[in-house]
């Protein structure tokens, strides 16, 4: 059975930085991408970054320079490394894994930016 657990959110002040990991198990052979969303109070879930089983990897334009995706050799696990954080970077951050018939989404970890 496919799971996505999400750790490392926290509370940090404003252009600190904070690096946020996703362990999916199950089956790994399926998959085409994973990616990091988000979603603050009374917004719609957006996209934050994403990265193929090649290590192609493309970001939004609100997090480009700041934050970097990147995996590991076994394309189980995914990280997220952000910096120089705002607090409209405040949000719940959420996995995604997307195979060929199928996607996944984690349990999401709270992200705060404030003084």
């Known amino acids: 059975q496919v799971q996505l657990v999400e750790s490392g959110g926290g509370l940090v002040q404003p252009g600190g930085s904070l690096r946020l990991s996703c362990a999916t198990s199950?089956?790994?052979?399926?998959?085409?991408?994973m990616a990091w969303w988000r979603q603050a109070p009374g917004k719609q879930r957006e996209p934050v970054a994403s990265i193929t089983t090649s290590g192609r990897t493309s970001y939004a334009d609100s997090v480009k320079g700041r934050f970097t995706i990147s995996s590991n050799n076994a394309k189980d696990t995914v990280h997220l490394q952000m910096n120089s954080l705002r607090p409209e970077d405040t949000a719940v951050y959420y996995c995604?894994?997307?195979?060929?018939?199928?996607?996944?989404w984690g349990q999401g970890t709270q992200v705060t930016v404030s003084s």
């Open positions: 995604r894994r997307v195979d060929s018939d199928l996607e996944y």
């Open positions: 199950g089956s790994i052979v399926s998959i085409t991408h």
